[in-house]
C-alpha cells in the first residue's frame, strides 16, 4: 500500500487547467501563431508585389511597343534617333550564350568535385575543401566582373588571337567559376544522403571505388544532382554584373562567342544607370525585360522541382 501521507501528483489535466487559467498566457498563445503567420506573409507579399510591378509596367510598355515585333525582333535598337526596335531575341540570344558556357565549365568540375568529397576525401579534407568552396561562393560578382576583363580576357587573347576586349567567352567561363560551389556543395550533399549500405554492397560484388561512385552514387543521387545543375543554370541566367563588366553592350543576333554581346540582365543595369526618361518607351522596356527574366528564372525553377519529384529515390 502507498504511503498515505505522500504527496499527491497533479495529473495532466489539473497542469492544463492551471496553465489554462494565467491569462497572460493564454493571449501569448493566441497572439504567437498570428504573428508567425504574419512574419510567413512578408515573403509572398513581396512576391505578388514584384510580380505585380512587372505585370502592370510591361502590359505599359506593350502600349507603346507591338508585343509581336518585342518576342519576334531580330534587332535590340532602343536608342536608335530614327526607328527603335525592340526585338528582345538578340538579348536572349546573349543570355543563352553566356548561361551555355558557364554550365559547360561548371557542371564537369562541380561534379567532380562533389565525387571526390563525398566518396574520396577524408573528413579532415572535406573540412578544409568545403570552406574555401564557400569563400568563392562568397565573393561579390563585381570582383568576378573586373576578373573576367583583366585577366581572363587577355589569357584567352593569347589563345585567340581574335577576341575582341568584350565578349561571350570570358563572362561565361567566369560565371561558370561562379557557379561552381553551388553545383558542387548541393551535388556533394545528395551523394552524402544515399546510405552506405549501397556502397558497402556494390564494393562486395567487386566494384571498384571509381565504379561505385559512378555507377551507383551518381544514379542514386541524381535528382539532388540534376536539381543543383538546373538551380545554377539559373542562377547565371540571372548573373548581372560579371556580364555587364565583361560581355559588352553589343545586342547581336548571331551564335558568335568572340564579339562583343549583351544580356537581359546587362541592358536593364544600362538603362538604370539614367540613360532613360521616365516614362519613355525605353524606361518601360526594362520591365518588359525584366518580366522575360522572370519567366526564365520561373521556368528553370519548376524545371528543378519536377526533376527533384521525377527522380528523387526514397531509402
Known amino acids: 500500500m502507498g504511503n498515505p501521507a505522500a504527496p499527491k501528483r497533479a495529473t495532466v489535466r489539473q497542469m492544463i487547467a492551471k496553465s489554462a487559467g494565467n491569462k497572460r498566457k493564454r493571449a501569448a498563445e493566441r497572439a504567437v501563431p498570428v504573428v508567425l503567420f504574419l512574419i510567413a506573409a512578408v515573403s509572398v507579399l513581396t512576391t505578388i508585389g514584384i510580380v505585380g510591378t512587372l505585370v502592370a509596367e510591361t502590359v505599359t510598355f506593350f502600349t507603346k511597343v507591338p508585343f509581336w515585333s518585342f518576342i ?14 525592340f526585338g528582345i531575341l538578340p538579348l536572349i540570344i546573349g543570355t543563352l550564350k553566356v548561361t551555355f558556357i558557364a554550365v559547360i565549365t561548371a557542371v564537369p568540375i562541380g561534379l567532380s568535385a562533389a565525387i571526390y568529397l563525398s566518396e574520396y576525401a577524408s573528413d579532415n579534407t572535406r573540412r578544409i575543401i568545403k570552406p574555401v568552396l564557400e569563400v568563392l561562393a562568397g565573393i561579390p560578382t563585381i570582383v568576378y566582373g573586373f576578373f573576367a576583363l583583366t ?3 587577355p589569357l584567352l587573347q593569347t589563345v585567340i588571337p581574335g577576341l575582341k576586349i568584350f565578349n561571350a567567352l570570358s563572362p561565361g567561363i567566369v560565371v561558370g567559376i561562379m557557379i561552381i560551389p553551388m553545383i558542387a556543395s548541393l551535388s556533394e550533399d545528395a551523394m552524402s544522403a544515399v546510405p552506405n549500405p549501397i556502397r558497402e554492397g556494390a564494393l562486395a560484388l567487386g566494384a571498384t571505388r571509381f565504379e561505385v561512385a559512378v555507377k551507383v552514387v551518381l544514379p542514386a543521387a541524381l535528382s539532388g544532382i540534376l536539381a543543383s545543375v538546373v538551380l545554377a543554370t539559373s542562377r547565371a541566367i540571372g548573373e548581372t554584373m560579371i556580364v555587364s563588366l ?6 547581336a543576333f548571331n551564335l558568335g562567342f568572340t564579339d562583343s554581346i549583351q544580356t537581359m540582365t546587362a541592358y536593364i543595369v544600362q538603362v538604370s544607370t539614367g540613360d532613360a526618361g ?3 518607351p525605353i524606361y518601360y522596356s526594362i520591365y518588359a ?8 528564372t520561373l ?13 528523387r529515390e526514397a531509402y
Open 72 to 85: 519576334t525582333g531580330r534587332e535590340w535598337l532602343p536608342f536608335s534617333n530614327k526607328d527603335a526596335q
Open 151 to 153: 585577366f581572363v580576357t
Open 246 to 251: 565583361a560581355g559588352g553592350a553589343t545586342p
Open 278 to 280: 521616365y516614362g519613355t
Open 289 to 296: 525585360v525584366g518580366f522575360t527574366l522572370f519567366l526564365f
Open 299 to 311: 521556368l528553370m525553377n519548376w524545371i528543378a522541382h519536377r526533376i527533384t519529384k521525377r527522380f
